[in-house]
């Protein structure tokens, strides 16, 4: 009895350890990340996000793009408090981090009016001021940090490809009619 009593107490003893060990894994994951979004501007950055506001995401008309387009060369803050707002949206993985990233910019409508390199008559979305901005948000994140520059140009070059497409499939469920109201 007294021998399955002691036995007991180093099981114990040992998941007390093991459990110890996690939660130090944890705090420095913690500490990880903390110092990697610690870099980011530790002040009141209310100026900064009231400037977000004001631009009414997704961008739906070129007029509205080359006001953005504007701003983001003009304004180094506001330029690099966007970096770190489309920093933030994330994702699972790469597609899905650059399809929030665009879904949040820009409406198929005005998506549909580029492609990447200027083809079929379209406007060169690499020639965007916008387009670095992408890349940088992406590359803000720790896990895409490695990703490769084609690897980012080929994500967009497939959503400019498929904006037609999606406005069609949202004309067809009355998605786009139902926005507009």
Do not use: W
Request: overall charge positive; proline content about 2%.
């Amino acid at each position: 009895m007294l021998k399955a009593v002691l036995r007991n107490i180093i099981y114990l003893q040992t998941d007390i350890k093991h459990i110890e060990i996690k939660q130090n894994e944890i705090l420095n994951k913690l500490k990880s990340i903390e110092s990697n979004y610690g870099n980011f501007k530790k002040q009141d950055d209310t100026n900064d996000v009231n400037e977000l506001e004001e631009c009414n995401f997704p961008i739906d008309d070129l007029y509205n793009l080359n006001i953005i387009e504007d701003r983001i060369k003009t304004n180094f803050n506001f330029k690099k408090c966007l970096i770190q707002y489309l920093s933030y949206l994330g994702g699972n993985n790469i597609n899905c981090t650059m399809k929030r990233i665009l879904m949040k910019l820009f409406t198929d409508n005005l998506l549909s009016l580029f492609s990447y390199n200027g083809k079929k008559g379209k406007k060169k979305f690499c020639d965007l001021i916008i387009c670095p901005v992408i890349f940088d948000a992406v590359k803000c994140q720790s896990k895409f940090m490695n990703v490769s520059q084609n690897e980012l140009e080929s994500r967009i070059k497939y959503h400019l490809a498929q904006a037609p497409f999606n406005i069609k499939k949202n004309d067809k469920f009355g998605i786009n009619a139902a926005a507009a109201d």
